[in-house]
T-cell receptor, first 112, second 114 residues
Framework: KQEVTQIPAALSVPEGENLVLNCSFTDSAIYNLQWFRQDPGKGLTSLLLIQSSQREQTSGRLNASLDKSSGRSTLYIAASQPGDSATYLCAGDSSNTGKLIFGQGTTLQVKP | ETGVTQTPRHLVMGMTNKKSLKCEQHLGHNAMYWYKQSAKKPLELMFVYSLEERVENNSVPSRFSPECPNSSHLFLHLHTLQPEDSALYLC?????????????FGDGTRLSIL
């Protein structure tokens, strides 16, 4: 059974720092991986999707990579801002059916 | 505006009540999903519909009954719920039921069972 672990569970950093969030899968057979952001009381906002033929994706200050051989993904946030404060969730599809398996998330606080 | 709208945003009901959650998407997507988000647990996929046909039922108790009358609307009918069913219920949609398509989420319905 595929399980997803996100480390750390919580992170507090001063504004301006570069940071890395980690995600790992018990089954390294991952077809694609999606990173989401969730603000309190809200749904999920899709940040980046690494498709089956890709290894990384970039959007603005965000960069996500996927190492299929090890079943690990990282989300890199450059020059963090207070507006980046949220919970970040990674989710992978190991059956190529759109059935996403989620981690429990990393709650990020960026202090001004 | 996420393109996926869920109503109501909050719902409080007794264990013997019957209620329905509604999801509507204006993105022209063909696949729709129900997820459950409980405190301290990862999001759990409940149901998947593709072109109005249910393609996934993730071992969900029968007290949850989904309905997809068309590709833009998805309902979750609730009856005889238990306190452990209190959670945030999220709806999502994607262009196709395909792992290479990003899923877009609504803001959820916060359900509390008395």
């Amino acid at each position: 059974k595929q399980e997803v672990t996100q480390i750390p569970a919580a992170l507090s950093v001063p504004e301006g720092e570069n940071l890395v969030l980690n995600c790992s899968f018990t089954d390294s057979a991952i077809y694609n991986l999606q990173w989401f952001r969730q603000d309190p009381g809200k749904g999920l906002t899709s940040l980046l999707l690494i498709q089956s033929s890709q290894r990384e994706q970039t959007s603005g200050r965000l960069n996500a990579s996927l190492d299929k051989s090890s079943g690990r993904s990282t989300l890199y946030i450059a020059a963090s801002q207070p507006g980046d404060s949220a919970t970040y969730l990674c989710a992978g599809d190991s059956s190529n059916t759109g059935k996403l398996i989620f981690g429990q998330g990393t709650t990020l606080q960026v202090k001004p | 505006e996420t393109g996926v709208t869920q109503t109501p945003r909050h719902l409080v009901m007794g264990m013997t009540n019957k209620k329905s959650l509604k999801c509507e998407q204006h993105l022209g997507h063909n696949a729709m999903y129900w997820y459950k988000q409980s405190a301290k647990k990862p999001l759990e996929l409940m149901f998947v519909y593709s072109l109005e046909e249910r393609v996934e039922n993730n071992s969900v108790p029968s007290r949850f009954s989904p309905e997809c009358p068309n590709s833009s609307h998805l309902f979750l009918h609730l009856h005889t719920l238990q306190p452990e069913d209190s959670a945030l219920y999220l709806c999502a949609s994607s262009l196709e039921w395909d792992s290479n398509q990003p899923q877009h989420f609504g803001d959820g319905t916060r359900l509390s069972i008395l």
